[in-house]
Protein backbone atom coordinates (compact mmCIF):
# COMPACT_ATOMS: atom_id res chain seq x y z
CA UNK A 1 0.00 0.00 0.00
CA UNK A 2 1.28 3.79 -0.90
CA UNK A 3 0.51 6.18 1.65
CA UNK A 4 1.74 9.87 0.86
CA UNK A 5 2.60 12.19 3.57
CA UNK A 6 3.31 16.32 2.89
CA UNK A 7 5.17 18.62 5.04
CA UNK A 8 6.88 22.18 4.66
CA UNK A 9 3.19 24.05 4.41
CA UNK A 10 3.19 27.15 6.59
CA UNK A 11 2.49 31.01 6.80
CA UNK A 12 5.23 33.32 4.63
CA UNK A 13 5.00 36.87 3.64
CA UNK A 14 4.59 38.34 -0.20
CA UNK A 15 7.98 37.06 -1.84
CA UNK A 16 9.27 34.60 0.42
CA UNK A 17 9.89 31.29 0.14
CA UNK A 18 8.71 27.61 1.20
CA UNK A 19 9.74 23.89 0.31
CA UNK A 20 6.96 21.45 0.52
CA UNK A 21 7.92 17.73 0.29
CA UNK A 22 6.17 14.43 -0.01
CA UNK A 23 7.05 11.62 1.16
CA UNK A 24 6.18 8.03 -0.52
CA UNK A 25 6.29 4.92 0.99
CA UNK A 26 6.31 1.66 -0.97
CA UNK A 27 8.14 0.32 -3.73
CA UNK A 28 7.10 2.23 -6.62
CA UNK A 29 8.06 5.59 -6.51
CA UNK A 30 10.81 5.51 -8.65
CA UNK A 31 8.80 4.25 -11.25
CA UNK A 32 5.85 6.77 -11.06
CA UNK A 33 4.74 9.98 -12.36
CA UNK A 34 4.98 12.55 -9.13
CA UNK A 35 2.85 16.31 -9.10
CA UNK A 36 1.70 18.65 -7.01
CA UNK A 37 -1.77 20.30 -7.30
CA UNK A 38 -3.41 23.03 -5.22
CA UNK A 39 -6.90 23.85 -4.75
CA UNK A 40 -7.78 27.48 -3.39
CA UNK A 41 -11.02 28.53 -1.60
CA UNK A 42 -14.08 28.31 -4.07
CA UNK A 43 -11.67 26.94 -6.86
CA UNK A 44 -11.29 23.55 -8.42
CA UNK A 45 -7.91 21.91 -7.94
CA UNK A 46 -5.19 22.72 -10.41
CA UNK A 47 -1.99 21.33 -11.48
CA UNK A 48 0.80 23.23 -9.86
CA UNK A 49 3.77 20.94 -11.30
CA UNK A 50 4.50 17.71 -12.46
CA UNK A 51 8.15 15.66 -12.81
CA UNK A 52 8.25 11.99 -14.72
CA UNK A 53 9.83 9.21 -13.73
CA UNK A 54 13.09 10.14 -15.93
CA UNK A 55 12.70 13.61 -14.37
CA UNK A 56 10.82 15.78 -17.14
CA UNK A 57 8.93 18.08 -15.55
CA UNK A 58 6.31 20.77 -16.22
CA UNK A 59 4.61 23.93 -15.02
CA UNK A 60 1.88 25.65 -14.71
CA UNK A 61 2.28 28.71 -16.18
CA UNK A 62 1.59 30.87 -13.63
CA UNK A 63 4.43 29.22 -11.40
CA UNK A 64 7.11 29.29 -14.19
CA UNK A 65 10.10 30.62 -12.65
CA UNK A 66 9.08 30.94 -9.32
CA UNK A 67 8.44 27.01 -8.23
CA UNK A 68 10.80 24.31 -8.92
CA UNK A 69 9.81 20.48 -8.83
CA UNK A 70 12.28 17.56 -7.89
CA UNK A 71 12.73 14.20 -6.83
CA UNK A 72 15.23 12.36 -4.71
CA UNK A 73 14.61 8.06 -5.53
CA UNK A 74 16.65 7.31 -2.97
CA UNK A 75 14.77 9.08 -0.16
CA UNK A 76 11.25 8.38 -2.26
CA UNK A 77 10.57 12.08 -1.88
CA UNK A 78 9.46 14.63 -3.93
CA UNK A 79 10.30 18.79 -3.41
CA UNK A 80 8.48 21.83 -4.48
CA UNK A 81 10.63 24.72 -3.75
CA UNK A 82 8.65 28.05 -4.06
CA UNK A 83 9.62 31.17 -4.06
CA UNK A 84 8.46 35.09 -4.90
CA UNK A 85 5.34 33.51 -3.20
CA UNK A 86 1.93 35.71 -3.92
CA UNK A 87 -0.98 35.76 -2.42
CA UNK A 88 -2.77 34.18 -4.72
CA UNK A 89 -0.81 31.18 -4.60
CA UNK A 90 -2.63 30.64 -1.05
CA UNK A 91 -3.92 27.14 -1.32
CA UNK A 92 -4.39 23.67 0.16
CA UNK A 93 -1.40 21.97 -1.76
CA UNK A 94 -1.74 17.78 -2.60
CA UNK A 95 1.12 15.42 -3.68
CA UNK A 96 -0.15 13.53 -6.27
CA UNK A 97 1.90 9.40 -7.46
CA UNK A 98 0.50 8.52 -10.75
CA UNK A 99 1.92 5.03 -11.48
CA UNK A 100 -0.31 4.20 -14.07
CA UNK A 101 -3.44 5.60 -15.89
CA UNK A 102 -5.27 3.13 -13.19
CA UNK A 103 -3.20 3.76 -10.07
CA UNK A 104 -2.75 7.26 -8.30
CA UNK A 105 -2.82 7.86 -4.61
CA UNK A 106 -2.98 11.42 -3.20
CA UNK A 107 -1.47 12.89 -0.12
CA UNK A 108 -4.02 14.24 2.76
CA UNK A 109 -2.52 18.37 1.75
CA UNK A 110 -0.51 21.22 3.52
CA UNK A 111 -1.66 24.48 4.15
CA UNK A 112 0.17 27.43 2.45
CA UNK A 113 -0.79 30.77 3.41
CA UNK A 114 0.83 33.89 1.83
CA UNK A 115 -0.20 37.07 3.51
CA UNK A 116 1.22 40.14 4.86
Known amino acids: QVQLVESGGGVVQPGGSLKLSCAASGSIFSRSAMGWYRQAPGKQRELVASITSGANTNYADSVKGRFTISRDNDKNTVYLQMNSLKPEDTAVYYC??????????WGQGTLVTVSS
Open 96 to 105: NLRFSLYFEV
